[in-house]
């Protein structure tokens, strides 16, 4: 506890010059009292460790071979760019983004607008059935689909067989492998699903009703009611979206581990960095490859917050 | 809603019957769609189940059914003859046993009634279906549980379940109590870089911490699993935050104008209060921690007998994978605990997402 205080003596200073009553410091105290574990936290687990990262990235720091850590000044961002692997890495990670974020966003939104649908009985019993498979682990998730999408005997397969479709070998094609990765991703939709109902049901009955006096139809109504008033849970998926996508990799991992079978599909960007970190023990490189991750993921962050006022609707939350 | 209205704007329309049906028709229509929506969304469940239960050898036997089976058989004079679907001309079907085979013609018995003399039947048996039976192996959950040695993965997987929900709650309860009732100078900048943490890559502080815990002996034990849950999380900050605000200020102004200290208020006015998303904060962390692949493979690769549930089905499946039917099995075994939890504390789950999902 001490440490959390004296890391705050400037504030504390500060405070004198202010000249605060007795009792408000004491209230400040008290305040910086219960923040304090999640202050030495943050010192501890997030800022020390993002600094040592960035020392980390400018050295050949090798947990086997410790003793011979050098600098190598800008060596490990250079060897980043010249990385073949590396360089396919990236390509395999942006492929697949473009193809699973467009579809993470819209399925929460379809599934949100099936469930808030003013026809359908038995909402609390569809939500609870939908949200359920989220909280299955992962590495159970993957072999059940890896089971039900098996080339011979998965149930996928032999319906396709029944009514006549080619059956193709989802897990072993590289043209398969990415629909198959992004089924077993949905099937983790639950949470993102009910913030979208969540912000369905807030949205005010009066502005369906003006819209249908103004004759809009079903569609129209939920071009230009529901998705203005829901872009902020969407704008917030997406941001999760990139953020999660950028550091995928545990599925395939499980399911290919880490072979990036079939054809390289699966040698995403992250499964190379835990390799070189806990497979090759090459923290250097490994923390330089975080870090590229780090201001990619802030700066596509920025840029998604600046595009943010020309399509999210904020209005709702004032105050 | 809509359709209500849609109905009452044609009401000049012939029928009435009709007209009033149509509501009920659009209900059962969109009802029964997403039903068999959910169907598709939970049919992986029944697959496991079903292979689980199967026999090793009917995964792959052609004409096999989908649900775990065992083909008949009738015993006749000592000797095992496999009960065919055989069909006769005046259309039924009689499940016979087949006593000898031949090309276009073959000798059946019927088993109920074995003492009269052998059916001629004619015809190639081999397009004959086999007669099957719902037959469960039970005996592939029992043999799953032994091999994964559950008791021992129960006890690891629950001690740093428990003791990371423990932590969790203790702090992120301290830290959200603090943002949500005390005036801090710079409080609104340290709640930013709180949130702003959440879209920090694992990766950038894995790699140092790592490293550090490498070096204080930490890898290796459940300690990396356990003790960072002890200094609060963004997520789970921002949860019990929302839900203090919304708990009126008059009742802990009473208390310390009744001489309560800050951590009593807390005790005895906030935490009463806040039952319910605090046994959200509990329950997801320890379905969160139950579920974790990632943390414990990085931090106890090499010691099997401290590993939780998620590594032990992982390493189990990577040998087993010639059997999809012991997979399956413990793929079961892994995700009964979480499945239970949620449907007995279903209400929670679903408060805790609902009431982050508020906010944002």
Known sequence: MSTAFSGFSLKQLRLKKTKMSKLVRREALWGLLFLSPWIVGFLLWTFLPMVAS???????????????TQWVGFGNYI?????????????????????????????PILMAALLNDGRLRGKRFFMTLFYMPYIVP??????????????????INMALRTVGFPAPDWLNDPTWIYPALIIVGLWGVGDMMLFHVAAMQGIPTELYDAARVDGAGRIASFRHITLPMISPVIFYNLILSVIGIVQYFI???VLKGGSGEPGNTTRFYAMQLYKEAFAYSEMGYAATMAWILFVFVLIMTVVLFATAKYWVYYAAEEG | ???????SR???????????????????????FTLMILMVWLSPFGYMVATGLKDRKMITEQGAPIWPATPTTFTYEGKDYPIHLVPTEDGTIHRWAIFKKGREESLFIDPENPEAEPIQWTGRWRTLKRDWKFSPKWGNFTRAWEELGMPLLLRNTLVIAITGAIGTLLSCIAVAYGFSRFRIPGKNILFMILVSTMILPTFVTLVPTYVLFNQIGWVGTWLPLIVPHFFANAYNVFLLRQFFMAIPRELDEAAMIDGAGPLRTLISI????????????????????????????????????????????????????????MVQASSLLGLVLPVVLFFAAQRFFMQGVVFTGVEK
Request: net charge positive; no cysteine; aromatic share 12%.
């Open chain 1, 138 to 155: 992962l590495v159970s998730a993957v072999y059940i689909w890896a089971g039900v999408m098996n080339d011979q005997t998965g149930w």
């Open chain 2, 10 to 32: 044609s009401m000049h329309s012939s029928s009435v019957i009709a007209q009033r049906m149509r509501p009920f028709l659009a209900i059962a229509t969109v009802t029964l």
């Open chain 1, 251 to 253: 599925i395939p991992f």
């Open chain 1, 54 to 68: 960035l020392i980390f990235s400018f050295t050949n720091f090798s947990l086997i071979y410790p003793g011979e």
């Open chain 2, 1 to 7: 809603m809509t359709a209500q209205t849609k109905t």
């Open chain 2, 270 to 325: 906030i935490l009463p209060q806040a039952i319910p998303v605090i046994v959200s904060v509990g329950v997801l962390h320890i379905v969160w921690a139950w579920n974790d692949y990632f943390m414990p493979l990085i931090y106890l690769a090499t010691k099997p007998k401290l590993q939780p549930i998620s590594i032990a089905i992982q390493n189990y499946n990577a040998l087993y994978f010639a059997q999809p039917h």
């Open chain 1, 79 to 107: 060897k980043f760019l010249k990385d073949p692997i590396v360089g396919m890495s990236v390509k395999v990670s942006l492929r697949f983004a473009l193809i699973a974020v467009p579809i993470g966003i819209i399925q």
